[in-house]
């Protein structure tokens, strides 16, 4: 059997891994449009700022490929999917498969405004983005302006702000972090950056890049701000495009059933390209974060080895380090909620909140201190009812049932 792995990142190295271990014999070759060894997205911030290297980002080691006798064809690009006759198109060549897996991720919204092709315009979508965004910076960038303040946002903004950059923040929406934490959670947040100096312009939107060949400044409104760099941390989206006439069904991002099944033979998904169901919140979407496309790698290398593996959905959770700050979120937050039931806990060295519906926790928030987040993310998904102890558990002297003597 031959498998094709479209994409080297956190779902196709995962899911290479995986078949591996389960069937020694099998053919496979991993194809990207990348140059570079598997490394961790993740990282790329850190590596910006300066807080590590770049030989610490790969997530494996140069004999990866080798040592699982796998086929890498690195810096090509798959142009489309045959499946009626089991191949794809890499760079004008065909490459035949008996199965496949599209693990080919997403990439940085880019939104239609006039001036986003400007040189000093980046995204910070993979390694090479990071190395750009570098050395634009080593040319004498002292300005940063960064378009959103969600999870991207925020990191870069840091990033940013540690090379010694003046860095202002601008987020149409009225909060930091707006579809991770609530309001009130959120200001916590804000208050820790803007005393790192980072500037925030909120429930604002850059309506035009301004330069001439060159980025010279952002509006918004009728608002001018200088800068000599722009990055993008509005989101990003599923590499989607080359799917066009596969029969592979889409929405946002690629349709799968429970066992990481397309809607054609033979053809697997996984990761960031994948639109999956949320158990929590009852439908499908697509959540780009590193645990889901790492497990869903595994459950989708287990199954294309003929190994049945049932994808259980979607994890909510997300977890950024804000100078030294842990903050955490995971399941629903508040606003997503009609009526919810709210605990909330400020102690002086953290601010939890759980978020409740029907004596069962719909979604936790914290700041500060994750004290039992392994447990309560349990709860969250099990969907236990836990009405009579609800006022226990943003307790950081609470000890999960499990642990006690």
Known sequence: MHVVVIGTGGAGISAIQTMRELDKKC???????????????????????????????????KDFYERNKVKPLLGKTVSMIMPEEKSVLVDGRKVKYDKLLVAAGSQPLRPPIPGIDLDGVFGLGNLGDAERILKWVKKGARKAVVLGAGFIGVESAVALRRLGLEVLVVEMLESVLPKMLDEDMSLEVQKILEKE??????????????????????LSGKKRSSCDMVVLGIGVRPNTEFLKGSGIKTNYGILVDDHLRTSVKDIYA???????????????????????????????????????REYEGLQSINILDVYGVPVLSMGMASFELKSPEVEKVKTN??????VMKDGKIAGVQMIGAITNSGHLLSLVKRGIDVEEIRHHLLDERYVEPALRS
Not at 197 to 215: A, D, H, P, W, Y
Not at 292 to 305: L, P, S
Not at 349 to 354: A, G, L, N, P
């Open 27 to 61: 053919k496979i070759t991993a194809i990207s449009k990348e140059k570079f060894m598997p490394y961790s997205p993740c990282s790329l911030p850190y590596l910006i700022g300066g807080e590590i290297k770049k030989k610490n980002i790969f997530r494996v080691g």
């Open 270 to 308: 996984a990761g960031d390209i994948v639109e999956a169901e949320d158990k929590i919140r009852g439908s499908k979407m697509v959540n780009a974060i590193w645990p889901n496309a790492v497990e869903q790698g595994k459950i989708a290398g287990h199954n294309i080895v003929g190994v049945d």
């Open 197 to 218: 100096g980072i500037r925030f312009k909120l429930g604002k939107q850059v309506s035009e890049i301004i330069g001439n060949g060159t980025v010279k400044g952002v």
């Open 349 to 354: 060295r953290s601010v939890k909140k759980m």
